[in-house]
């Protein structure tokens, strides 16, 4: 009998290991692992710019209240802002940088005051772990990997399965990637650095909280003391700072009115020289005071540390002059500017989809209606409109279309069904990897024959050019003001 019941103990040991070494592979699994574009374009720039770097890192305070171009365009260094949520704990942000970041680069921190008080894995944060947040997740030793696996509510992993099960390094999704990376080179090239897009809804998003609650609520529970977790946070500052990594810390964006007065605004004036006391004593850089970026209640964009736009250009120049007038702007000095492109990543995206994506094979039709089109070749997305049921329209002067096909040392056919939107717009040039192939009238089927020489390791990129391109007004059709031209309904590759 004893016998027995220590037999059914042990299985049922076994079986609870056995569960929850599954449960961490699945969990495992189905992180994306081996992203080489991010689906977040701060970490994008991360990974892929070049030192020398400012990099701008808190919770979203930032994102609302610094200027990158502006920094970028003053100290002549490549400024990125990689800044996210506050629902992120201060250990994950330094991690990612520890792995990321490189001896030259500079990062600015403007911590929201909760950082100083407390860590925590907020929901918020563990819905997103799956994607596009699971760069956090990769950075982790397995201790913290497992620490954080069990913190993630069930809803969360049912939730990244049924998103992201096709996203694991196994499924290479290339049109997503190619997409993705294109649209990253043109806002990068526009000037973007990762700040905030102004287009949050601009309703309050605090609820009945008061400023100085809103803002000191983490203090308030914790009566306004420095936490263990942001001590342990100076020490990851500090292992950087000697391979060559400078951190300057500086105070966020608040708004709104009472956020740093009545019985909170005591007690935050004690909390605020702790804070400094403690960064002097362990020789931890910072610039300004929180007066510089205190702002009234008319910059309220939606919660009291996002401000408006005209908020943000007084913050960023007030923060340019406290670097001037500081012993940090010699580091700005010795810094110069690196030309960052993406072109080699874009290339190399070019090669794996060759050998990841399907080929098409002869008599294959591809319909480009929002019915049957299987992601047979990729579209870039920036100049197609939506699908339709007959197909899909051109959008701009120029559309492509990439597919991938078998070698072969006779031309390709390919027959393409399409119509113009107006039949006086009867020229559209197309080009072949780049190579001009001819000029067609491609109202109806038109069978095209690409030279053997004009495909690039199987690889097709079918550019139209869209001529003699009127607006839709142009024509007096009031109702319709896209640029249309080409209607696309499929291509086959014939014998």
């Given amino acids: 009998m004893v016998k027995n019941y220590k037999l059914f103990i042990l299985s049922i040991l076994i079986s609870f290991v056995a569960v929850n070494i599954l449960y961490i592979a699945f969990f495992d699994k189905i992180i994306p692992k081996k992203i080489k574009v991010s689906h977040l374009y701060q970490q994008f720039l991360l990974e892929n710019t070049k030192t020398p770097r400012l990099i701008v890192e808190s919770g979203s305070n930032s994102l609302y209240a610094i200027d990158s171009k502006m920094l970028e365009d003053k100290f002549n260094i490549l400024t990125i802002n990689v800044s996210d949520a506050a629902s992120l704990p201060l250990k994950y942000k330094l991690l990612k940088l520890e792995k990321y970041v490189k001896k030259g680069d500079i990062v600015l921190m403007p911590l929201e005051w909760q950082f100083y008080s407390r860590d925590e894995i907020l929901k918020q944060f563990l819905d997103q772990i799956f994607q596009p947040l699971s760069h956090y997740y990769t ?18 992993l049912r939730a990244g399965f049924f998103k992201n099960n096709l996203c694991s390094a196994t499924k290479y999704r290339y049109g997503s990637e190619y997409n993705l990376l294109k649209g990253y080179m043109q806002i990068f090239d526009g000037g973007k650095r990762g700040d905030g897009e102004y287009k949050l809804p601009k309703k309050s998003l605090v609820g009945h909280l008061i400023c100085s609650s809103y803002i000191f609520r983490r203090q308030i529970e914790d009566g306004f003391e420095i936490s263990q977790s942001f001590k342990d946070n100076i020490k990851k500052i500090k292992e950087l700072e000697k391979k060559g990594v400078k951190f300057i810390i500086t105070w966020p964006a608040v708004v709104g009115e009472g956020c740093y007065k009545g019985d909170h605004g005591k007690y935050f004036r004690i909390f605020f020289k702790k804070i400094k006391k403690f960064l002097d004593e362990h020789s931890i850089n910072y610039v300004g005071e929180w007066q510089d970026s205190s702002f009234p209640k008319k910059y309220f964009l939606n919660t009291y540390y996002h401000i408006l736009e005209e908020a943000k250009e007084i913050r960023t120049k007030k923060l340019i002059e406290r670097i001037e007038n500081s012993s940090y702007k010699t580091w700005f000095n010795q810094t110069k500017k690196p030309e960052t492109n993406f072109t080699s990543l874009f290339n190399s995206i070019k090669k794996e989809f060759v050998f990841y994506h399907k080929r098409l094979k002869n008599n294959q039709r591809v319909e480009f209606n929002e019915k049957n089109f299987d992601n047979e070749v990729v579209l870039e997305k920036n100049n197609w409109y939506e699908m339709e049921n007959w197909g899909i329209w051109s959008k701009g002067e120029s559309s492509k279309i990439i597919f991938s096909v078998n070698n072969s040392k006779n031309p390709l ?13 009867n020229e559209t040039e197309i080009y072949i990897n780049n190579q001009k192939l001819g000029i067609y009238n491609l109202n109806g089927v038109t069978q095209l024959t690409i030279p053997n020489s004009f495909i690039k390791n199987s690889l097709v990129e079918l550019e139209f050019k869209h001529l003699n391109q009127k607006l839709p007004i142009d024509y007096g059709v009031t109702d319709e003001n896209r640029s249309l031209k080409l209607g696309l309904k499929s291509i086959v590759i014939t014998n």
């Fill in 139 to 156: 950075t982790l030793l397995w201790d913290e990997k497992i620490e954080l696996i069990y913190k993630t509510p069930f809803s969360s």
């Fill in 413 to 425: 056919k390919i027959k393409i069904d399409s119509t113009i939107f107006k039949k006086d717009q």
